[in-house]
């Protein structure tokens, strides 16, 4: 059965270093989307991405975050320069038609760990 | 923004007992999504209902969608140790989750 791959599964990095985050969505979904969930918290909205470029960002989705689809296949999600409360599982989604009845598909999350 | 409340937040209870959960909000929704979290794992989706007033049953659990399609409910019959987990709902026009609500089925 196709499911999203997400990796690392756990990556641990110093406060200010640049993360990168991949995702492999589903082989036909086209819309592509990026949570976050802190320990024990909701599920954050975080960005949405149509035919390659941002359709809905959050207000926590700052300059600081950017996310990139390179060849066709991956779909990053780059954290610039990591601070202590970006520590968070990171999940990704895909869904092959968007809202209002689309089912999300999500990977297994990447769980960032910043020090 | 829509803003999705969930109700409660946490809930432990034991097995065998029956529970509702709710999500409300003040918009109106084209449809709206219930995913449940388990420990570990990305959300999976558990039911869509578009209709306002639309009830849906899958096995043990019953999803209500309010007439105005504002809110809606979940409601668990017998609960069982396997339903343990986070639930969520979705208004789908742009796929923010709710607050949650975390349960808990002690066996």
Not at chain 1, 39 to 47: A, I, P, R, S
Not at chain 1, 86 to 114: H, I, K, Q, W
Not at chain 2, 23 to 39: A, D, G, I, K, T
């Amino acid at each position: 059965e196709p499911e999203v791959t997400q990796t690392p599964s756990h990556q641990v990095t110093q406060m200010g270093q640049e993360v990168i985050l991949r995702c492999v969505p589903i082989s036909n979904h086209l819309y592509f989307y990026w949570y976050r969930q802190i320990l024990g918290q909701k599920v954050e909205f975080l960005v949405s991405f149509y035919n390659n470029e941002i359709s809905e960002k959050s207000e926590i989705f700052d300059d600081q975050f950017s996310v990139e689809r390179p060849d066709g296949s991956n779909f990053t999600l780059k954290i610039r320069s990591t601070k202590l409360e970006d520590s968070a599982m990171y999940f990704c989604a895909s869904t092959v038609a968007g809202a209002p009845t689309g089912e999300l598909f999500f990977g297994e999350g990447s769980r960032l760990t910043v020090l | 923004t829509q803003l999705l409340e969930q109700s409660p937040q946490f809930l432990s209870i034991q097995e065998g007992e029956n529970l509702t959960v709710y999500c409300n909000s003040s918009s109106v929704f084209s449809s709206l999504q219930w995913y449940r979290q388990e420990p570990g794992e990305g959300p999976v989706l558990l039911v869509t209902v578009v209709t306002g007033g639309e009830v849906k049953k899958l096995k043990r659990l019953t999803f209500q969608f309010g007439d105005a399609r504002k809110d809606s409910s979940l409601h668990i019959t017998a609960a069982q140790p396997g339903d343990t987990g986070l639930y969520l709902c979705s208004g789908t026009y742009k796929y923010i989750f709710g607050t949650g609500t975390r349960l808990k089925v002690l066996a």
